[in-house]
């Protein structure tokens, strides 16, 4: 079967677009990563999440060490084309290294008590020079 | 009432970490971009989503203009501290400037036909060079 792919900008953010693995199931939010345009089309011929590591400077296929592949079966774009969404099974323990199911299992805040509705903190003054 | 902030690391990526707006009920994703460090503080400050614009390189409080702020409820980090989720309460018609519920809105692919389980391109081969 051949179908039209509508490509993201690579070019917007040196050849790299954000990436969001989002369980198709629970809509949860696994994992936020990159990829280039040969990992996007890897995943797009192999139906399986391959990312480009910042940090390591190369590609990978998720779960190539651990076995947790991320099975793909929808992918989204967004409305300027510099992020992806990937809809995913997850398999294994989670998409995370710490083996949890999702990376982002902390909340900013540590709260005392449970916490309702919006925040509370107030910041007074913001004093450190931010460099952009 | 005072609470400890778990900070984003935003030295990692030239002091801006991932966003990703997540509808606190449907736990659809809304939107992606970036904020730098005041706009995080600004965000946990006020409870409304702050972004930064990496095209107009300055900071926007979401809905500024629109009227369709983000009321965040909770926020929540990954592993290694370089993306944030902000479960929020959307106001208005929606997160995208298109008026859209959320930037995602478009599959990148183009069935001719209701996709079923697994993509089913396939790439022959890939000849661009791509310089990341």
Redesign the interface.
């Known amino acids: 079967?051949k179908?039209?792919?509508?490509?993201?900008n690579?070019a917007k953010r040196?050849?790299?677009v954000?990436i969001?693995a989002?369980d198709k199931n629970?809509?949860?939010?696994l994992?936020?990563a990159f990829t280039?345009?040969?990992g996007f089309?890897?995943t797009?011929?192999t139906?399986e999440a391959v990312y480009?590591s910042t940090s390591r400077g190369k590609r990978w296929r998720k779960g190539e060490e651990s076995g947790n592949i991320q099975?793909?079966?929808?992918?989204?774009?967004?409305?300027?084309g510099d992020?992806?969404?990937y809809m995913v099974e997850q398999i294994g323990e989670g998409a995370?290294?710490?083996s949890?199911r999702s990376?982002?299992?902390?909340?900013?805040?540590?709260?005392?008590t449970k916490?309702k509705?919006?925040?509370?903190?107030?910041?007074i003054s913001?004093t450190?020079n931010?460099?952009?």
């Open positions: 079967m179908r039209n792919v509508l490509m993201p690579f040196n050849g790299l954000t969001i989002q629970t809509r949860e939010i994992m936020v280039d345009e040969i089309l890897e797009m011929a139906g480009y099975k793909v079966s929808q992918v989204l774009i967004d409305c300027d992020a992806v969404i995370c290294h710490t949890k990376c982002f299992y902390r909340s900013v805040l540590r709260p005392t916490m509705g919006r925040l509370e903190i107030r910041v913001v450190r931010i460099q952009v």
